[in-house]
Nanobody
Framework: VQLQASGGGLVQPGDSLRLSCVFSGRTRTIDAVGWFRRAPGKEREVVAV????????YYADSVKGRFTISGDVAENTMYLQMNSLRPDDTAVYYC?????????????????????WGQGTLVTVSS
């Protein structure tokens, strides 16, 4: 499975931005999709995860109420709508897909369970 992320850019605090990720290849093997980010000088962290089956979602505490993950299985596309952006949201954002099936969403907070990764798109929030 190949992933292509896009939509990053430079925005001001309080602005909104939508990231997109297009999947190709053996997309039917994907059970969960997610967004991760790596801020300068920090470790990669999970942002949001969506399981195609049941449409269950997970959000990191830092983005709850501001970010929304969504996707269209038929179009092999997922999105991350980011509202009320803050300077600490500045990071390279990566989309990822996992073929693994877990009952608990907590397993998907671990980047190691994701098999396929996009190239990353930079989001900079600055005044």
């Amino acid at each position: 499975v190949q992933l292509q992320a896009s939509g990053g850019g430079l925005v001001q605090p309080g602005d909104s931005l939508r990231l997109s990720c297009v999947f190709s290849g053996r997309t039917r093997t994907i059970d969960a999709v997610g967004w991760f980010r790596r801020a300068p000088g920090k470790e990669r962290e999970v942002v949001a995860v969506l399981r195609w089956s049941g449409r269950v979602t997970y959000y990191a505490d830092s983005v709850k109420g501001r970010f929304t993950i969504s996707g269209d299985v038929a179009e092999n596309t997922m999105y991350l709508q980011m509202n009320s952006l803050r300077p600490d949201d500045t990071a390279v954002y990566y989309c990822a897909g996992s073929r693994r099936v877990y009952n608990s969403m907590s397993y998907y907070t671990n980047a190691n369970v994701f098999d396929s990764w996009g190239q990353g798109t930079l989001v900079t929030v600055s005044s």
